[in-house]
């Protein structure tokens, strides 16, 4: 597709359950970013791969935290037991290649909550 | 290790007045230097990027922004502001390394008529 696609848009959780988010990255882009936003403003990543493969997992907490790109499926987030301060957006970006001059386009985010 | 400051959690604008939104960065190396805007409750959307060449960029929605190496900043600008243009900004870098985004703090712009 022309955009990136994410789903759910929000997802709630108790303490202790399993979130899985979804991403579609734009078609023919080769890269997929995970970033996570904290109290509004604070982006963090945490995991980008090129097509199946991991490229870069220096900010994922891996305790708990996975996350992969099959082919032809959309990539996945996965939290396992699920703690509060988790509640964050979770956005998914895509670009066509892995050059510093490649633009990252950017889904429009899930939204979990974790009671 | 490289990083974007953006100086100002709010920056109030009255509607028709030039905008200016500050990002300062500090990179080893040639900066590659994107700002991203971010409306209530949705993602981030791209508006200009500057790898190299003139230091004027022109973006998305009328904006545009200077880079000064000297100064090591890449302020974001419009010559006159909308209320529409009311939403949070982010300064990025990208990674020498793996190519992520670093991101500054984020800016509010609001613009008021």
């Known amino acids: 597709g022309e955009e990136v696609a994410q789903t759910p848009k929000h997802l709630v959780r108790g303490e202790g359950q399993k979130a899985k988010l979804y991403c579609a990255p734009i078609?023919?882009?080769?890269?997929v970013f995970w970033y996570q936003q904290v109290l509004k403003n604070e982006f963090k990543f945490l995991i980008s791969f090129q097509n199946e493969n991991v490229f870069d997992e220096t900010g994922m907490p891996k305790e708990r935290f996975s996350a992969k790109c099959l082919p032809n499926s959309p990539c996945s987030l996965e939290i396992q037991a699920t703690k509060l301060e988790d509640s964050a957006v979770y956005f998914c970006?895509?670009?066509?290649?892995?050059?510093?001059?490649?633009?990252?386009?950017f889904g429009p985010g899930t939204r979990l909550l974790v009671l | 290790a490289q990083s974007v400051a953006q100086p100002e959690d709010q920056v109030n604008v009255a509607e028709g007045n030039p905008l200016t939104v500050k990002c300062t960065y500090s990179v080893s190396g040639n900066p590659y230097l994107f700002w991203y805007v971010q409306y209530p409750n949705r993602g981030l959307q791209f508006l200009l990027k500057y790898i190299t060449g003139d230091n004027l960029v022109k973006g998305s929605y009328g904006f545009e922004a200077e880079f000064n190496k000297s100064q090591t900043s890449f302020h974001l600008k419009k010559p006159s502001a909308l209320v529409s243009d009311s939403a949070l900004y982010f300064c990025a870098v990208r990674d020498i390394e793996g190519g992520k985004l670093i991101f500054g703090q984020g800016t509010e712009l609001s613009v008021k008529p």
């Open positions: 970006a895509s670009s066509l290649g892995q050059g510093r001059q490649e633009t990252q386009y």
């Open positions: 078609k023919g882009h080769s890269y």
